[in-house]
């Protein structure tokens, strides 16, 4: 489940986290939509933030019912500073929020939808639904030139979606280069970590080399490494209107690694 921070002194009973908190209340008067905006949507990030001067309930709410979410001051709070003014939301979130949920809206910069038809081709593009065009540019590569530096969105938007339902929250690996996510049982700021999880499309074959490098470097934070492999059951033409469908339809498989310690 990952180790216990130091110098933790409060006594926190262990909780999983559900995927429904935040939409419990669907339907009634009072359904809470939060609103983010994308970073520099024609910059290689694609994230979303929640700011402004009254952000700091959606923000609390938000980390409290389900730890999403990035706040830079995060590592400030621990020594005792004020509540984060920002909030980060990263590509597979802010899609499960927006559309797994139905409590986040996204503003999307009218040029970049004007930019993705022109270049795909057609007025018709311009008609999309936002969820539409919110996935379209986040499946989109950030440089068409070179190699992706990530697993394919879709992909890890299924890994993301199956961890999830399955209460653990799951964050990118900011700290950890070469992994797609970190899962923790708990808040992060209460324990590591336990696993660290690789995406592969079933069809892509790593190298013992590649894995063995990517375990060590898990291993030597104490962490156990997942390899999952994704099959998709759905043709890409059977879900043409709505590309995110074929999310729900993948088998994950998965494989689990650990470095073993040698004995003394």
């Not at 019912?65 to 003014?85: N, T």
């Not at 986040?138 to 879709?154: D, K, Q, V, Y």
């Not at 996510?181 to 336990?194: D, G, N, Q, V």
């Not at 291993?219 to 033409?237: F, G, R, Y």
């Amino acid at each position: 489940m990952g180790r216990r921070k130091v110098d933790f002194g409060e006594d926190v009973p262990f909780r999983r986290f559900s995927i429904y908190p935040l939409v419990r209340q669907n339907g009634s008067d009072s359904f809470y939509t939060f609103t983010a905006t994308l970073v520099d949507p024609f910059n290689s990030s694609k994230a979303a933030v929640i700011d402004g001067p009254n952000c700091q309930a959606e923000i609390e709410i938000l980390q409290n019912m389900g730890c999403y979410g990035y706040a830079p001051e995060d590592e400030a709070r621990r020594k005792g500073c004020g509540k984060p003014s920002k909030l980060f939301l990263f590509d597979t979130e802010m899609f499960f929020l927006l559309h797994g949920l139905g409590v986040l809206r996204v503003r999307i910069p009218r040029e970049l939808i004007e930019k993705t038809a022109l270049v795909e081709g057609g007025a018709e593009k311009l008609n999309k639904t936002p969820t539409h065009h919110l996935w379209d540019f986040l499946s989109s590569p950030s440089n068409p030139s070179s190699e992706p530096a990530l697993t394919p969105f879709h992909l890890r938007y299924a890994a993301y979606l199956y961890y999830r339902s399955r209460g653990w929250i799951v964050r990118p690996a900011l700290t950890l280069g070469g992994v797609d996510f970190l899962l923790y049982a708990e808040l992060p700021c209460l324990r590591h970590a336990a696993y660290a999880v690789i995406v592969v499309p079933s069809s892509a074959t790593r190298s013992a080399r590649d894995v063995a490098a990517h375990l060590r470097v898990v291993s030597s934070v104490a962490k156990v490494m997942l390899i999952i492999a994704e099959v998709s059951t759905l043709t890409e033409d059977e879900c043409k209107g709505k590309p995110w469908e074929r999310v729900k339809n993948y088998t994950i498989e998965e494989t689990l690694l650990s470095r073993a310690t040698d004995v003394v």
